[in-house]
Nanobody, 110 residues
Framework: QVQLVESGGGLVQAGGSLRLSCAVS????????LGWYRQAPGKQRELVAQ?????NYADSAKGRFTISRDNAKNAVYLQMNSLKPEDTAVYYC??????WGKGTLVTVSS
């Protein structure tokens, strides 16, 4: 059974940094695309970053967020710098098209 478990969320002041981690168990990552979505209160879920054959970022993440993966550790990471209050959301890790974590809350105070 595949499980994705996020960690690293929390409360941070604007301008601060957080590093999200996602541990994948039950399946070798291989060439699967991994990534992060987020959902803010009252808004639709949106893609933040993904890493597969290429790396893609949402415009809102470019220059501030960095996605990386470690296949040996079955993990994917999201380094978030220069955080803004509008980055406040639940961040979800995903793999492929079918596998999702339960999310980790990021709150950025102004």
């Amino acid at each position: 059974q595949v499980q994705l478990v996020e960690s690293g969320g929390g409360l941070v002041q604007a301008g601060g940094s957080l590093r999200l981690s996602c541990a994948v168990s039950g399946r070798i990552l291989g060439l699967n695309t991994l990534g992060w979505y987020r959902q803010a209160p009252g808004k639709q879920r949106e893609l933040v970053a993904q890493i597969g054959a290429r790396i893609n970022y949402a415009d809102s993440a470019k220059g501030r967020f960095t996605i990386s993966r470690d296949n040996a550790k079955n993990a994917v990471y999201l380094q978030m710098n220069s955080l803004k209050p509008e980055d406040t959301a639940v961040y979800y890790c995903y793999m492929g098209v079918n596998y999702w974590g339960k999310g980790t809350l990021v709150t950025v105070s102004s």
